[in-house]
């Protein structure tokens, strides 16, 4: 059966290292608190050990009872003699305490209070209450009054074979056995082990057990942890902690993933647009050197013709014909004038753009449209200038 570890700081492990060869044993827990958590001494009652409870807080008594019907538990505070002290309840902590001094440090720190008066009995009441049945430990944890406590074990003959004593002030580092540790030597102890927490003493007349304290709880004592333990509170809200983390990355993951898809469909199709493209421009660039070329072939064939035989023989004709469409468009008038004009080389024949642009046009910017007059166009102009002047 696995050990299971119920209190705060792993005590109830290194009692169980020396103590758990020990059948049915006992216990006295002075400032028990909770039933379960933090308990010291749970995992033994679960083993079948009964003891003793004080707890003098009426919350944590009233817990302890209904828990463990089968324990005596004493709603009473421990100090030098017996009477009556003054007692600062804090509901819900482990940090009720009969030092006026630490609660009102606790009260500073936000932590309210509650004033009451409680019964006080002596360590040595206790333990002689015991008879002569063994006690095989003994813990102390009285927020900062285990002076008092320990003053008041004075003649009780019974010795608990460990005893374990919270060392340090409430929520603090600092050590306090300087000012009662002589009391437990006075007692036949002898220091065994300091947890940081809690300083382990264990008695002359078991001396064998001191070195079951030579180091600290590890996976040698086979224990695990309960659930509500601190460390495993912590350990399940860092584990929460990275459940959502892990959600929130996998949701950005899968956010970046849908936009990587469509992304990659975009890419795609403009990889295709690009394909389309370059393939149209190929097609163009095509088209365009099969232009180039016949534009080559035109400009040769024109040429050819222009340097023929033929087209210098025709040359005559076509300016006839220019001018017969001339006249046909402008009047004989007009066009008398316009020749005259040009032969006296006044102003070039004007070009019309809505009728002939295109002839007119070449006839004028083309010097090889320029041929001089045979005695033929000779003759017609000198017909042209007489009709004129009968005019």
């Known amino acids: 059966m696995t050990f299971v570890s119920h209190s705060q700081n792993f005590e109830d492990v290194m009692l169980w290292r020396a103590l ?5 044993g006992s216990y006295i827990d002075v400032g028990a608190q909770d039933p379960f958590l933090h308990s010291v001494s749970l995992a033994f009652y679960e083993r079948g050990w009964r003891g003793l409870h004080v707890e003098p807080t009426l919350q944590y008594s009233d817990k302890l009872r209904n828990a463990r019907p089968d324990e005596l538990v004493l709603q009473v505070a421990l100090g030098r003699e017996e009477g009556i002290l003054s007692f600062f309840e804090f509901a819900d902590t482990g940090l009720s305490t009969s ?15 509650k004033k009451t008066s409680v019964p006080v009995m ?9 008879g002569d049945r ?32 919270e060392a340090t002030l409430p929520m603090s580092t600092t050590e306090t ?25 264990v008695s002359n007349e078991h001396g064998e057990l001191i070195e079951k304290f030579r180091s600290p709880p590890n996976v040698f004592d086979q224990y695990a942890l309960v659930a509500d333990h601190h460390l495993c509170r912590l350990a399940i809200n860092e584990t929460h902690k990275a459940q959502q983390e892990v959600a929130r990355s996998t949701e950005l993951v899968r956010r970046y993933s849908q936009s990587t898809r469509r992304l990659e469909a975009q890419l795609t199709e403009s990889h295709e647009r690009v394909r389309r493209l370059e393939a149209d ?6 088209d365009l050197q099969a232009a180039h070329r016949t534009c080559q072939e ?18 005559p004709i076509r300016w006839v014909s220019i001018q017969i469409r001339l006249l046909l468009i402008h009047g004989l ?12 080389g006044l102003q070039p024949i004007p070009t019309d753009q809505n009728h002939d642009g295109a002839i007119t046009a070449e006839h004028r910017t083309s010097p090889e449209n320029h041929v001089d007059p045979t005695p033929r166009t000779r003759q017609i102009h000198q017909i042209l200038i007489n009709a004129k002047n009968r005019e």
């Open 99 to 113: 030092n006026s001094e630490i609660a009102a440090e606790h009260r500073s720190k936000g932590f309210n209070s």
């Open 298 to 315: 035109l400009a040769r064939s024109v040429t050819a013709i222009r340097t023929s035989a033929s087209w210098r023989v025709t040359s």
């Open 177 to 201: 056995h300087q000012e009662w540790e002589h009391l437990i030597f006075r007692k036949g102890y002898t220091f065994a082990y300091f947890d940081g927490l809690n300083r382990f003493y």
């Open 333 to 344: 008038r007009q066009r008398f004038k316009m020749a005259i004009n040009k032969l006296r």
């Open 122 to 130: 002596t360590l040595d009441t206790v333990l002689q209450s015991q």
């Open 281 to 286: 421009l190929a097609r163009l660039n095509n």
């Open 20 to 24: 758990g060869h020990v059948q049915n």
């Open 134 to 165: 063994e006690v095989h430990w003994l813990k102390v944890d009285v927020e900062g009054a285990e002076k008092n406590v320990l003053e008041g074990w004075k003649t009780a003959p019974v010795r608990p074979w460990i005893v374990v004593i």
